[in-house]
């Protein structure tokens, strides 16, 4: 079996997976959604003010992203070139030496 290696860019320090991290948005799109159906539909006496709380939480879920891994969903990723994700890959390699995975380690 032929498997094509994918080129990771980050390293978990949490779970020491090479990953490709994901972009997790705060927030719950539910509630965006009816935020704004309430601003713009039901409460119209209140139109400036529920607007501006329906821009408000849009532009937190837009602005407040974070980065995380996605076997452990830990933010403590760094980058492969780092000096900490290098250590981390000589250890995990070092385990794979002796036949321990990184998992056992714990």
Known sequence: MNRKKIKTTHVCTKCTAS???????????????????????????????????AVGYSAFRLLSKKIICPKCKSTAIVFNDSDIAKKIIQERNELRSYGISSSDKN
Do not use: D
């Open 19 to 53: 990953i490709n991290p994901m972009v997790k948005k705060q927030g719950l799109f539910f509630i965006e959604v009816a935020v704004w159906i309430l601003s713009l539909l039901i409460i119209p006496q209140t139109a400036g003010t529920s607007i501006f709380i």
